[in-house]
């Protein structure tokens, strides 16, 4: 079979997965078919990673025997697994690399870390407003919780600060931040918590100053994120094969683009492309490329995310350093002075900035806001002719 092939059956897999939770099978006849389906999901996935693998620009990647779907990379002392549908994705080695390395600065230990969201797809996208971990605990009690946080406030390095730990218990929100308190996570939040967020800040080489978040799961929590976004270090956590986790990631996407459709097409369009990853639609996934490249509406999203996370750094994250802060205003304005046109020796705060990049024309449009809508249908109506 082609390779095309090989991605239009893995598709159809998928999409009859997610028309499963549609069907009105009862739980037990759900369970059966989705028992006929993994293994099948399985098989493709691996022989998908196998021919990549063997493609001359793969270099020192390689088929993960133990985890189909996946492409391993083990050098240097740092290891990266990719699903197959991001593989083209990826960021080049230099800027891998170095988010290997932050990650490799946050990672708690014992349990699973992984590159998620834009910066696992920097190669495609080119422009970040921050960088996302997920990190998969391997316990759920409350020492382990108390552990991880503890862990979070421990960071020393130059390039890494941490600045603040949220999460929420019984519906309630709290937050933790400099100075740390001792201890730094209370009885009652360590056994009643879901999930844990350690914020940092992070200066990179390739992108310069940036919030940098982990998201840090129980065992118990694992399902709260999806594994078909993310790019795991040390070891895979979680399979690409497993049927309601396959059904889950899709309807979250399709939920966010078409919610994104109009009020915020940027996050629309990133969510769009990941829905088009996964279920292996090239064209429409190079469809929603062209306008990342052809405008510079992610660059402009990605300097507001900056803009605001320097004014933020002011007033929402306790003691922070000055020259954290500074560093951050700068940052904001490199990626600014790449939108808009700044005098010379013009110096702008963050609001200012803030204001200026709102009043720039709208790059995205009604035209955009159309594409994703009719990207959604189409996918509905694939998922309605799943089971044809």
């Known amino acids: 079979m082609s390779k095309l092939q090989d991605e239009q059956n893995v598709r159809a897999l998928f999409l009859q997965c997610v028309w499963l939770e549609q069907s009105g099978l009862t739980a037990a ?69 170095e988010l290997l390395r932050l990650g490799a600065t946050i990672r708690t230990g014992g349990g699973a870390l992984c590159l998620s969201g834009s ?17 998969y605990l391997d316990g759920d009690a409350a020492d382990d919780l108390r552990y ?5 406030c421990a960071v020393s390095s130059p390039d890494v600060v941490p600045l603040a730990i949220t999460g929420s218990v019984g519906g309630t929100k709290w937050k933790i931040q400099r100075p740390w308190p001792t201890p730094v996570l209370t009885d009652d939040r360590a056994a009643g918590a879901d999930a844990l967020k350690g914020h940092y800040f992070g200066n990179t080489g390739f992108t310069g100053a940036l919030e940098v978040t982990k998201l840090m799961l129980p065992r118990r929590s694992w399902t709260q994120s999806h594994p078909a976004q993310e790019l795991p270090m040390e070891w895979v956590p979680r399979t690409l094969d497993e049927p309601r986790e396959i059904q889950r990631y899709v309807a979250f996407l399709t939920r966010a683009v078409r919610d994104y459709a109009h009020k915020n097409p940027i996050k629309g369009i990133k969510r769009a492309f990941s829905l088009a990853r996964v279920l292996f639609l090239r064209k429409e996934a190079n469809d929603f490329l062209k306008i990342v490249r052809k405008t510079n509406v992610v660059l402009r999203a990605a300097a507001a995310a900056r803009a605001e996370y320097a004014r933020d750094l002011k007033t929402n994250y306790g ?22 046109t700044v005098r010379a020796g013009e110096s702008l705060s963050p609001d200012a900035m803030l204001a200026a990049l ?3 024309p709208d790059e995205a449009g009604a035209a955009v806001s159309t594409l994703l809508e009719r990207f959604v249908e189409d996918v509905d109506a694939q998922i309605a002719q799943a089971v044809h």
């Open 148 to 152: 991880a946080a503890d862990r979070v």
């Open 358 to 360: 709102e009043a720039l």
């Open 29 to 97: 006849g759900r369970a059966e078919v989705e028992g006929l389906l993994q293994p099948k999901i399985r098989y493709l996935l691996q022989f998908l990673a196998v021919k990549l693998a063997a493609r001359p620009p793969a270099g020192r990647w390689i088929a993960e025997a133990a985890a189909p779907g996946y492409l391993l990379r083990d050098g240097a002392g740092l290891k990266v697994h990719v699903p197959v549908h991001l593989f083209d994705d990826v960021p080049d080695d230099d800027v891998l690399e």
């Open 319 to 340: 003691e922070v350093p000055d020259d954290v802060c500074d560093h951050a205003v700068a940052t904001a304005a490199v990626l600014f002075g790449r939108c808009v």
């Open 119 to 135: 910066s696992a797809v920097y190669g495609a996208l080119e422009h970040i407003g921050d960088c996302d971990f997920c990190e």
